[in-house]
């Protein structure tokens, strides 16, 4: 009997840490090539995954254009709650550097409130997936615990067309937001028109 619960307590052990290990930030895959100028254009947000703190919260766009020296920047506009009440539409700016260009998937992001009651900062931000035409998943990781698996992260999942994503595009994001450990995290973005 004791032989069985021990090889119950080691399966278990094992089942974890396998699953903990799939779970470090670095082991995340993004996109393999990944192209700016085929990315750049007009895309929606469909879903979220909020980080801690003030985020924009529906009517969420980003548009990306690269200028000619190959460096990716965008404007994001979305709607944003301020003091628990105030409701107001809210710019972004980014600038984007990739520090490995063998990964260009795993870019850095510069980014600031057009609006003095909006954060400036800057986040690891990589394309976790895109066929350029149809959705993008982006992922960010601000804190890491020390595991390596993500303290306070964000995603979204995005679409050229704000009014969704075909089945088959849709078990494919579900698919990438397990690989990025955030499935049941996602929450769906409101697009309105509101912004």
Do not use: H
């Amino acid at each position: 009997m004791d032989f069985q619960l021990f090889s119950v307590v080691m399966l278990f052990l094992a089942c974890v840490e396998q699953s903990l290990a799939s779970c470090v930030v670095d082991s995340f895959t993004v996109k393999e090539d990944f192209d700016p100028k085929r990315y750049s254009g007009k895309w929606y947000a469909l879903q979220k995954k909020d980080p801690e703190g003030l985020f924009l919260q529906d009517n969420i766009s980003a548009e990306y254009t690269v200028d000619d020296d190959g460096a990716m920047v965008a404007s994001s506009r979305g709607r944003v709650t301020l003091f628990g009440f105030w409701v107001v539409c809210a710019d972004m700016a980014a600038q984007y550097s990739v520090p490995d260009p063998s990964r260009p998937g795993k870019m850095f992001m510069n980014y600031q409130g057009l609006a003095s009651y909006l954060s400036s900062g800057g986040d690891n931000y990589w394309i976790i997936d895109t066929d350029y035409d149809n959705y993008a998943i982006t992922y960010a990781c601000r804190s890491l615990k020390e595991d390596g698996s993500c303290e306070d992260g964000y995603a979204l999942v995005f679409s050229r067309n704000p009014r969704g994503l075909p089945p088959a595009i849709q078990r494919v994001v579900r698919q990438k937001q397990e690989e990025i450990c955030m499935a049941g995290e996602f929450q769906p973005v409101l697009q309105s028109g509101a912004c």
